[in-house]
C-alpha cells in the first residue's frame, strides 16, 4: 500500500508565496509520475501540475503556469509545490497524487492511483 502525505498549507495574502510538500511513503514502486490538484467548494477538481519521478518532466495548465512550480527530491520520495503570486482564486483544497505504470505526464485525475488527505489553502484578498 503506497501513503501520500501532504503539508505546507495555510493562509496566506494575494501575491504570497506557500511551498507544499508530499511525502510518498509504503510499497516501492516505479515508474510513476507524480501530481497535484485541487478543489475549490462546488467545484470539480483541477489539475495544477505534473511531474515524471525519473526523467522529471513537468507540465502545468495555463492557470498556473509560470507561478507554480512543481519538483521531486527523489532522495526523500518527496514531491514539491512551490506556488507564488498566490491569488484569491487558488484557494482550494489541494491534492497529491501518484499514478504507477509510466514515466511521464498524467493530467486527468481519473488515472491516479493513490491520493493524500488534502490541505486547505487559502488566499485573502
Known amino acids: 500500500q503506497v501513503q501520500l502525505v501532504e503539508s505546507g498549507g495555510g493562509l496566506v495574502q494575494a501575491g504570497g508565496s506557500l511551498r507544499l510538500s508530499c511525502a510518498v511513503s509504503g510499497r516501492a514502486f516505479t515508474p510513476y509520475t507524480m501530481g497535484w490538484f485541487r478543489q475549490a467548494p462546488a467545484k470539480e477538481r483541477e489539475f495544477v501540475a505534473s511531474?515524471?519521478?525519473?526523467?522529471?518532466?513537468?507540465y502545468y495548465p495555463d492557470s498556473v503556469k509560470g507561478r507554480f512550480t512543481i519538483s521531486r527530491d527523489t532522495a526523500k520520495n518527496t514531491v514539491f509545490l512551490q506556488m507564488n503570486s498566490l491569488k484569491p482564486e487558488d484557494t482550494a483544497v489541494y491534492y497529491c497524487?501518484?499514478?504507477?505504470?509510466?514515466?511521464?505526464?498524467?493530467?486527468?485525475?481519473?488515472?491516479?492511483?493513490?491520493w493524500g488527505q488534502g490541505t486547505q489553502v487559502t488566499v485573502s484578498s
Open positions: 511531474v515524471s519521478w525519473n526523467r522529471g518532466n513537468t
Open positions: 497524487a501518484a499514478y504507477v505504470g509510466a514515466d511521464t505526464i498524467v493530467v486527468h485525475p481519473d488515472e491516479y492511483d493513490y
